[in-house]
């Protein structure tokens, strides 16, 4: 895999969780209405235009259900589409289609509508130096593939969990007494433990920039619900001294504007929380 939080273990602990929360002990309605061994043949069908994602994990779906369904491939990850176009076709015991049929669709219209959206916002700054992050807003136990959506789209992933960097908000910074504060425990801690972290912290004004910079140990200042004018000040102070992130209820109708600010990376919580799922279905032909 590409990206190193999706691994095949955890690919499969999905789509095991997914199907056991779906099947339970059987597709019933299939059981109960077309007898065992028919075989047969199904499409997913493309009803939307956007940004293709999710056909990987797709495969590994139809896989996991049953290895002998045959599955041609006619679209890949990242692939533009339009309306009427096939992604893949499957063939193969009726039973087995049926049962992946809805899993497949519900990661693949929601994986697309993230990439696609992603697409178009990072569209919208290519004049720019900007790039579009996600964040932890995210669908619990459904991460791993949002994030995977917004690489597909072209996005840039933000840390993954709570895990694998320090993020100073204003809640710790609050808590722990200012900027400067938070930024000595957190140095502290890293030297304590030896911990591999790298630090961020959220600034909400010029003044708390420029404490961040006296402090130092940021490798990323995050400029929080600060206008696009402030954002041009603050990438001025900061001067290329640490990478800049611009945060705070960004969207499409906004986006350039804080991207021409000068900022590395903009962090949009609606690319996983907001976004449109797109529509696509599989049938029997």
Not at 10 to 39: M, R, Y
Not at 87 to 105: N, W
Request: hydrophobic share 40%; aromatic share 6%; charged share 25%.
């Amino acid at each position: 895999m590409q990206y190193s939080y999706i691994t095949p273990e955890a690919i499969d602990s999905f789509i095991h969780q997914a199907l056991k929360e779906d099947v339970g002990d059987g597709d019933h309605t299939s059981l109960a209405s077309i007898p065992k061994g028919v075989q047969g043949r199904a499409q997913l069908i493309l009803k939307d235009s956007g940004v293709l994602a999710g056909m990987d994990v797709a495969k590994r779906i139809f896989e996991c259900v049953d290895p002998a369904l045959q599955l041609t491939i006619n679209m890949r990850d990242g692939d533009r589409f339009e309306p009427g176009q096939i992604a893949l076709t499957v063939s193969g015991s009726v039973h087995s289609i049926l049962t992946a049929e809805r899993l497949v669709l519900n990661t693949m219209q929601r994986m697309s509508g993230i990439a696609s959206y992603t697409n178009q916002l990072q569209s919208l700054i290519a004049h720019t130096q900007a790039k579009v992050l996600d964040t932890r807003k995210t669908t619990p136990n459904f991460r791993m593939l949002e994030k995977w959506a917004v690489k597909i789209g072209g996005g840039v992933n933000h840390r993954y969990g709570l895990f694998d960097m320090i993020l100073l908000k204003d809640n710790h910074v609050d808590f722990a007494g200012g900027i400067k504060q938070a930024l000595q425990h957190s140095k502290k801690y890293i030297q304590e433990t030896g911990k591999d972290l790298k630090i961020e912290i959220e600034t909400r004004n010029l003044k708390e920039v420029q404490e961040a910079l006296e402090e130092g140990g940021a490798f990323r200042i995050m400029l929080d619900n600060m206008s696009p004018a402030q954002m041009k000040e603050a990438v001025l102070l900061i001067n290329h001294k640490t990478e800049t992130e611009a945060s705070g209820g960004i969207n499409e109708n906004t986006i350039v504007a804080v991207a021409e600010s000068g900022v590395d990376y903009i962090s949009i919580g609606s690319l996983s929380h907001s976004y449109k799922s797109k529509d696509m279905s599989l049938k029997a032909f």
